[in-house]
């Protein structure tokens, strides 16, 4: 396992459109745990393979990431005392997803990104939706998201298409945002 770069604006890989996965095989599985470890690292609730700068249509998420902050539970049972991290992630890869049956009812997030470190804004996007993806072994799978997760899966969709949050804001607040960025990187 290791932890790879993330890309971020304005790097012109962010704006490439991402292939389809092919082949469920070991270099696959490899990139599913390097995206893990890197994201938890960072640490994020997603992650698109581009991010990372493999332009393949693979997504991974986890909306309850360990805080590493968070001080650990003691529980006792079978007469043994032990500890353990006070949440439990819910890793959840998705390989070439698709959109089904987008609602018309809008849900809004504040979102951020990886690739466009300490910026957050507001966008509306569907409130739920039904995902076609498959899984690690190639099996089709769909599933309803809402809250969270459907916003999550929406904006990491959106890297399989070389879409960043940003792009959904006004021009003025793209600027804007990006010129405070720039700020903020002068400033480190
Ligand atoms: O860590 C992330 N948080 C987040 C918050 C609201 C909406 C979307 C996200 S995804 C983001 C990680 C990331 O950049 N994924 O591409
Ligand atoms: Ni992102």
Do not use: W
Not at 31 to 47: C, K, N, R, S
Not at 100 to 128: F, H, K, M, N, W
Request: net charge negative; glycine share 4%; charged share 30%.
């Amino acid at each position: 396992m290791a932890i790879r770069e993330i890309l971020e604006v304005p790097d012109p890989r962010l704006k490439t459109v991402s292939e389809p996965v092919t082949e469920f095989d070991d270099e696959l599985r490899t990139l599913v745990e390097d995206m893990f470890e890197t994201m938890y690292d960072a640490p994020g609730i997603g992650l698109a393979a581009i991010q990372v700068g493999v332009p393949k249509r693979v997504l991974v998420i986890d909306l309850q990431p360990e805080d590493p902050d968070a001080p650990p539970v003691e529980c006792e049972h079978d007469g043994h005392k032990h500890t353990h991290p006070a949440t439990k992630n819910e890793p959840r890869i998705f390989i070439n997803p698709e959109i089904l049956d987008p609602a018309e009812e809008l849900a809004t997030y504040q979102e951020g990104c990886l690739s466009v470190p300490e910026i957050y804004a507001d966008v509306d996007r569907p409130a739920t939706c039904r995902v076609r993806y498959q899984d690690l072994e190639g099996n089709v799978i769909e599933e309803d998201m809402e809250g969270l997760m459907a916003t999550c899966i929406q904006h990491e969709m959106d890297h399989l298409e070389g879409i960043l949050f940003i792009d959904h804001l006004s021009r003025l607040k793209r600027n804007m945002a990006l010129k405070k960025l720039q700020k903020l990187r002068q400033a480190a």
